[in-house]
């Protein structure tokens, strides 16, 4: 889905939203309330200038709005493979974009995330992956890396992942899968603008999601691990 | 001397700290391993790639992680991240004097890929808990595989990080850009190149490293002693000021970089004399010439003064 189209769903009181070499910044009426909108379009590859251009975008947020929601509208390839932003540190970038968004949270901002088209790792991590709540559109597309390069790297045969991945949702692509191991609080089906003024009322603040990926049974270990460690007991599986 | 890099994740661990002080959470005696490796037919460990647990180090209690390179190239899958976000959230519910993170990591671990993609991002959000909570966390890179990926990111969400010049820290590594973009991108057999492009001197000098030590154990003991022992003064959570200076911080370097595609370019423009003799230098000689030129900001603490 373009953003336009998007936006037009999602705030049906209006916004206004500008793209500017795909990225996407402004704000929008929700419920009668204004809430501010980071993101990205085109499936843009984050590099680090569309990193630090988001990162800005927050903290003005946090400096000129205290309290106002952000909503930051994912759509990436994933982060930029290119050396000049190895050289100058994209993870600084990524890491900075990421810390930016934890500000807000913990200075009492409601950060929510939506997938509407395409999320890969990198540029994926810093953005959806760390706002207190993530969602995506039924036909978003998420992963780490497409199975015929998984292939290489884990030298795998591509035949075998794609038969992991129908039904396995640590290899499948796709929101069902995210949903199932918590990574996402739950995709939209229907009236998006309504599902935003449930999203923004339902946020949670704490990190939940090992908890949630057990529940709904796609990551089974992570949850009982954790609190393993945390307490000094045996693992106890679900 | 005695090298860090050489050694192993339970070997890394008690010449950190205190003799004898670690107590290891879930040891590998639990044999509690990754469930997703059998169906690929690829090994597993029994600590999945990472030692957690709680010492001493100059005698108050820190809590502290080692990834171990030689499995999986210390990716993360979903029971090593979870190992690691237990281990932090411990380290709050004790009221640790601080965190000490020993990072070797290639970032997700593909064999796990979404579980590992949504593990690194948890691990970040509990670094931050931990900072939030007035402890602070501490990173340590200097293990032959460097650290990259989600894990280069969190590294970069702790208060410090301390490099050896032979430590790399990155996002992708040479080889998938090479892959993605061609060798005339990166060539990742232009080992000299990678270095310049990654490597501690490069970190340090740009400020994404805050302490740079030679690799020495001792070296390295002694510098996360002095990192904690200099963020314990302060506050050590996140705030609008650290982020406003990191924040300048960044955009000051792209704005320097402009049209720059050669490290030893952006070492010039700091006023680095004779950039190409850079790699050359031993860690104290390069610490004297760096301490006139480096980018960068003082441990992300808050500030007293001193940007």
């Known amino acids: 889905m373009d953003w336009q189209t998007l936006a037009t769903q999602l705030f049906p009181g209006g916004h206004a939203i500008v793209e500017r070499d795909n990225f996407l910044s402004g704000s929008a009426q929700v419920d009668g309330a204004t809430v501010d909108v980071i993101g990205t379009s085109g499936h843009v590859p984050i590099g680090i200038e569309i990193a630090l251009a988001q990162a800005t975008a927050i903290l003005e947020t946090v400096q000129a709005h205290p309290g106002r929601p952000i909503l930051i509208l994912v759509d990436t390839q994933g982060q930029r493979l290119r050396h000049r932003d190895e050289m100058l540190g994209i993870n600084s970038y990524m890491a900075h974009l990421g810390k930016c968004v934890d500000l807000a949270r913990r200075q009492g901002h409601t950060v929510i995330g939506l997938v509407y088209d395409q999320a890969l790792s990198g540029g994926f991590i810093t953005s959806g992956l760390i706002a207190s709540a993530c969602y995506a559109l039924p036909q978003a597309t998420i992963r780490v890396m497409g199975l015929p390069a998984m292939a290489r790297i884990t030298k795998v045969p591509e035949e075998r992942l794609t038969e992991l991945a129908q039904d396995n949702p640590v290899f499948a692509p796709g929101p069902e899968n995210y949903l199932r191991m918590g990574g996402l609080h739950g995709i939209w089906e229907r009236d998006l603008a309504q599902e935003l003024v449930r999203a923004l009322a339902d946020c949670p603040h704490e990190d939940r999601r090992m908890a949630l990926g057990q529940e709904r049974g796609g990551r089974l270990l992570a949850q009982p691990v954790a609190a393993a460690v945390r307490t000094g007991s045996d693992v106890r599986p679900a | 001397m005695s090298s860090y890099l050489e050694l192993t994740a339970r070997q890394r661990i008690p010449a950190m700290f205190d003799a004898g002080s670690f107590e290891e959470f879930l040891p590998p005696s639990k044999r509690i391993a990754s469930p997703h490796l059998a169906q690929l037919d690829a090994p597993v460990s029994y600590d999945d790639g990472v030692v957690v647990g709680r010492g001493l180090l100059g005698g108050h209690i820190v809590f502290g992680a080692a990834q171990e390179g030689a499995f999986m190239g210390g990716a993360v899958g979903e029971v090593h991240g979870a190992k690691l976000v237990g281990m932090l959230r411990r380290a709050i519910d004790e009221g640790a004097h601080a965190v000490l ?106 400020g994404d490293c805050q302490l740079l030590v030679a690799d020495d154990t001792a070296a390295f003991r002694a510098a996360a002693l002095e990192a904690i022992a200099a963020l314990g003064a302060g506050a050590v959570g996140l705030t609008l000021e650290g982020l406003l200076a990191e924040q300048a911080m960044l955009a000051r370097r792209l704005h320097d970089a402009e049209g720059v595609s050669e490290p030893m370019e952006i070492w010039r423009r700091l006023g680095v004399p004779d950039p190409a003799r850079v790699p050359m230098l031993e860690a104290d000689a390069f610490l004297t010439l760096a301490a006139q030129h480096r980018a960068g900001l003082p441990s992300d603490a808050a500030h007293t003064g001193e940007q």
């Open chain 2, 101 to 206: 993170l020993l990072l070797e990591s290639g970032g997700v671990r593909l064999h796990e890929a979404n579980a590992g993609l949504i593990a690194v991002s948890e691990v970040m959000r509990a670094m931050l808990d931990v900072r939030a909570a007035g402890i602070p966390v501490v990173a340590v890179v200097g293990g032959a595989n460097g650290c990259f990926g989600g894990m280069g990111i969190a590294a970069r969400c702790a208060n410090t990080v301390i490099m050896s010049e032979e430590g790399r820290l990155a996002m992708s590594g040479p080889e998938v850009i090479e892959t993605a973009n061609g060798v005339e991108e990166f060539d990742s057999r232009d080992r000299a190149l990678v270095w310049r492009t990654t490597g501690g001197k490069h970190r340090y000098l740009l």
